[in-house]
């Protein structure tokens, strides 16, 4: 089972959208990205997720969310009223995935992000590195767990 971590800015959807329907899978689509949309394409079923906030007041690892649904043509590439829309992609040749996620928790709290700039072993995680932009990438085994501790003891 692989460790993502998928950046969302919280007013289009945060862990909240995920833990207020639990059982309801939420359509992570409208990556526009080459790099983030190979690492859709990547994600399997039971994938487990890290949701990371972005471009708001309190900035970092929010909760987990599962895969549910691995990589299938991202439906808003097709629909012309979409913001996500995409001239160039057609159904015998989609540019864009998308995937089906579902809430599992939400952290104890919030690990920041300049938090995480200053843990020992994050320092190869693309997340804290200057200009790092993706939105969505892989995480090994050691730098999810990493991440996990900083929430506190269960």
Known sequence: ????????????????????????PITWDGVRNYQAR???????EGDEVFIYHSSCRHIGVAGVVRVVRAAYPDPAQ???????YDPKSTAEKPRWQAVDMQFQRKLKRLVALDELKNIAGLEG????????RLSVMPLS?????????QQGPD
């Open 1 to 24: 089972m692989a460790k993502w971590l998928v950046k969302t800015e919280p007013d289009e959807c945060s862990i909240d959208d995920f833990a207020h329907r639990p059982e309801k």
């Open 38 to 44: 190979n690492f859709l394409a990547a994600m399997a």
């Open 78 to 84: 097709f629909d012309p009223d979409s913001p996500y």
């Open 125 to 132: 995680l693309p997340l804290v590195k200057r200009g790092n």
């Open 141 to 149: 085994d050691e730098h999810w767990q990493t991440i996990l501790q």
